[in-house]
């Protein structure tokens, strides 16, 4: 992945941990469609630290996206 495309991604993460909670969803979306992980749409969004949230997808998929080491915005498959 490109270095503006990270870049990106990570702002978009710090943004949606700063927005007011309506508009997390979309952010998180944005944030999972830069990095090339399926989704359709979000169902259920559930944060469990300042920037670290667990996501369910309408597709059946589960993501985990937080902030890890180095700044970097990190999804992993649930």
Same mark, same amino acid.
């Given at each position: 992945? /490109?270095? &503006? !495309?990270?870049?990106? %991604?990570?702002?978009? !993460?710090?943004?949606? $941990? %700063?927005?007011? #909670?309506? $508009?997390?969803? #979309?952010?998180?979306? %944005?944030? !999972?469609?830069?990095?090339? =992980?399926?989704?359709?749409? *979000? %169902?259920?969004?559930?944060?469990?630290?300042?920037?670290?949230?667990?996501?369910?997808?309408?597709?059946? @998929? @589960?993501?985990?996206?937080? *902030?890890?080491? /180095? &700044?970097?915005?990190? *999804? #992993?498959? =649930?």
């Amino acid at each position: 992945m /490109g270095r &503006n !495309l990270r870049r990106s %991604a990570l702002f978009l !993460l710090f943004a949606f $941990a %700063a927005s007011a #909670e309506p $508009a997390v969803p #979309e952010d998180l979306l %944005a944030v !999972l469609t830069l990095r090339g =992980k399926p989704c359709g749409s *979000i %169902a259920s969004v559930e944060r469990k630290g300042e920037s670290d949230y667990l996501v369910a997808c309408s597709d059946g @998929h @589960h993501y985990r996206v937080f *902030i890890g080491p /180095g &700044n970097r915005v990190v *999804i #992993e498959d =649930k």
